[in-house]
């Protein structure tokens, strides 16, 4: 994976590029390959290699949880010395509401989920920790874009027919629904610029070929300076960076790095950055997506609408 890749990858994972072409969601690699200086048929290409290799499984359908009044929030944790990472990996990922759940090599755990108030919050961190058995907890809230939409009950079947759709063409997702593909193509698009839908991005770090992935934690001095001590982070891991996440309580960069070496030299200089209390970079070791865990509170919304007039 070269720095084009990583750019592309990134622009994938955050960069709110979502097309429509005959009715079909996905990635708009004509606006990823403005944004980077390449053409559309460059991004596409390395797409297609990425997919090939494995590293790129899909992108799939998710909706703006704040739709479904859900928040989103992010957890670290510190493993003791005799955990057994492969059990608690695969408990953590059963826990209602997982989104993510990563192992590293070192003692660290991340996660992230969906959580409806502060009351939930408390008892799925209580849980998360006793599975883990922590011994140190770090937890941020995941800014989520805003979306002022009302979806109707045929929105919200749009919607989840999209969410389950796997690979399924956009005209039988129309017939299954009993509307036309035109129908299916303007709802969908203007779910999709009021934010209402997007694409996540699924990866098998397994597959990734000439590099290790890790993830780089950092705490800040002071929140006054910290937009200015984010910039020079930015600019400095622009060549290894598939994802920033520049979150209240602390920001995590995850890296594509090409060996061990230089995951030392990044964190080092990271380190020595202005504004940066401390820094800590995990390499990542085992990761779980749960990608599916809007599909259910989706179909619950359609269980729960009211039928007279819902469907406009």
Not at 63 to 81: F, H
Not at 210 to 216: A, D, Q, R, Y
């Given at each position: 994976m070269d720095e084009l890749d990583i750019r592309i990858v990134r622009e994938l994972t955050q960069g709110g590029n979502v097309g429509l072409a005959w009715g079909e969601i996905s990635p708009s690699y004509s606006r990823i390959g403005t944004k980077l200086g390449v053409s559309r048929e460059t991004v596409r290409e390395r797409v297609e290699k990425m997919s090939r290799s494995g590293f790129l499984k899909a992108f799939p359908i998710q909706?703006?949880?704040?739709?479904?009044?859900?928040?989103?929030?992010?957890?670290?944790?510190?493993?003791?010395?005799t955990a057994q990472k492969a059990r608690i990996l695969e408990e953590l990922s059963l826990v209602d509401g997982m989104i993510l759940v990563a192992t590293h090599v070192s003692s660290m755990v991340g996660v992230s989920f969906y959580y409806e108030d502060e009351r939930a919050l408390e008892k799925k961190i209580s849980l998360i920790s006793r599975i883990c058995g922590a011994t140190r907890t770090r937890f941020t809230t995941v800014p989520i874009p805003p979306c002022s939409l009302v979806l109707s009950m045929r929105d919200w079947e749009i919607v989840a027919a999209l969410q389950r759709r796997r690979t399924r063409p956009a005209g039988e997702i129309a017939k299954e629904l009993g509307i036309s593909k035109r129908t299916l193509k303007r709802r969908t698009k203007?779910?999709?610029d009021g934010m209402a839908i997007s694409t996540l991005v699924s990866s098998e770090i397994g597959a990734l070929s000439?590099?290790?992935?890790?993830?780089?934690q950092v705490d800040y001095n002071s929140a006054k300076t910290r937009p200015e001590t984010d910039g020079r982070l930015l600019q400095q891991l622009d060549h290894s960076m598939i994802y920033a996440g520049l979150w209240p309580g602390f920001a995590l960069f995850t890296l594509v790095l090409p060996n061990i070496r230089s995951a030392s030299e990044i964190l080092n200089k990271v380190r020595m950055t202005k504004g940066v209390a401390q820094a800590r970079l995990d390499l990542i070791e085992e990761r779980v997506e749960v990608y599916s865990t809007l599909n259910e509170p989706v179909?619950?919304?359609i269980r729960s609408q009211p039928l007279i007039g819902a469907r406009r």
């Open positions: 909706v703006n949880p704040t739709l479904l009044g859900l928040k989103i929030g992010a957890l670290s944790v510190d493993l003791p010395p203007r779910m999709i000439g590099g290790i992935m890790g993830n780089l179909e619950r919304r």
